[in-house]
């Protein structure tokens, strides 16, 4: 099954220590924050199920109408969670400066309600695996990538253009 | 070094050092009780290099039962940390900073009602911040952070008004900000936003300041504060923050947070 990742801020997303045995803490209410609707859409990327395409979607996203290089952080989970909640994952144009990824692994969430958000942020946030990608490999992966032309410089912002030297 | 007190409430919520029937009078009585009390509740430790062969001294004069007197040469005096139980105090030296031997710093710390501790300021740093423009200044930039969703790598107009902030005060913008931060006027979010910024701003002049802002930050009571001090260290990318963001994975309680700090250390010690 694909996986889907989205852009968080990862220490909002930190689960309290329970003993063994212990029932699951509740669901804090600050991980829905990273969850902002569209048109009551989500946006995520599919991430392959061997995650081949998982460093270039992050650099993608890291390149993404930021300004400054800065860490990373994500989470990622199983694509099924959204077929669960029997919602819609339909395939979109991404906004990244890699426009093969754009093309190739944008989806949006169909959310449509706030119950339906708040079961997917509760879901994703019992079961999704966080990571954080380090400000120096985003440099260099950034510079790596518009080197090899996924990424084309002038689609970054000028703050980052110049805090990248391209 | 490590000395304990009962930090029941009691009088009306408001914390005590010790039974007012029972005040020590002296520092070796009041070290006495501290090391005697039953309910372990107050921790102050001092962290100190041992490579620098450096020998710290930390004296406590009782004042009230409410309040006690700290002195050491071991520079600054951080701001108190809460982790519930028991109440910490943390003390530390910056090596390369500041030469520690050659200083000495007074503070108390003071109870208040609802188990909250304050620490006052060092007096040499309140004469830096005599100046209260800075504080003003600051005030008015964390009003305009209201409303501002926070986004990683993304200006934002809080940003933009913090960098111009301390480059138009130099290190008085930084200890208004160091005020701000440990002694939790501003919220962990605004705190740890400020923090990654405050690593962004090119200007020496200010450069051992937030690096020293930024290795005090690591022990917040805060964990989004402690994770954007050390994002912050990270940007830096300062080896002389190594023995500190050493201390903070150890002593860090949250699992997810301490893996984040180990890699931002080897990242520290691979630049070595």
Known sequence: MPLLIRKIKKRKWDKPEVSPGAADPPVPAEPVGDFCTDNNEISVWLIEEDKANLARVVTALSGAKTTNISHFDYAIFDSQIVLDLSLELKTTTGESPDDEANGKWHRDIVVGTADNL????????????????????IRSNLRKAIGSGQITAERLTDQLRKDLSV | ???????????????????????????????????????????????????????????????????????????????????????????????????????????????????????????????????????AALENIVLSARGIRFEDGMENDFSRRLVHFVSAYGDRAVNSLNKAILDRKISPEIASEALTWLARVKDPRTYESRLRLLI?????????????????????????????????????RNKELREDMAKVLSQLESRR
């Open chain 1, 118 to 137: 708040c079961a997917l942020v509760k879901n994703i946030y019992n079961t999704c695996a966080k990571e954080r990608v380090p400000a120096t490999d």
């Open chain 2, 1 to 135: 070094m490590s000395v304990s007190a009962d930090t029941t409430l009691r009088h009306g919520g408001t914390p005590q050092f010790w039974p007012e029937s029972n005040s020590p009078t002296d520092l070796e009585s009041s070290k006495r009780w501290f090391l005697e009390a039953n309910k372990a509740s107050l921790f102050l430790d001092a962290w100190t290099l041992p490579s620098r062969g450096f020998k710290h001294q930390v004296e406590i004069t009782p004042i009230s039962p409410h309040e006690i007197s700290i002195t050491t040469n071991i520079s600054p005096l951080v701001s108190a940390f809460e982790y519930g139980k028991p109440f910490s105090v943390s003390l530390f030296s910056v090596p390369g900073l500041i030469p520690p031997e050659k200083v000495e710093w007074t503070s108390r710390i003071i109870s208040r009602p609802e188990n909250v501790w304050m620490v006052s300021e060092p007096p040499s740093a309140t004469r830096q911040t005599q100046d209260t423009v800075p504080d």
């Open chain 2, 216 to 252: 005090k930050a690591l022990l917040s009571p805060s964990s989004q504060v402690r994770d954007g001090a050390s994002l912050g260290l990270a940007l830096l990318d300062d080896p002389a923050a190594i023995p500190w963001t050493h201390l903070a994975v150890q002593l860090e």
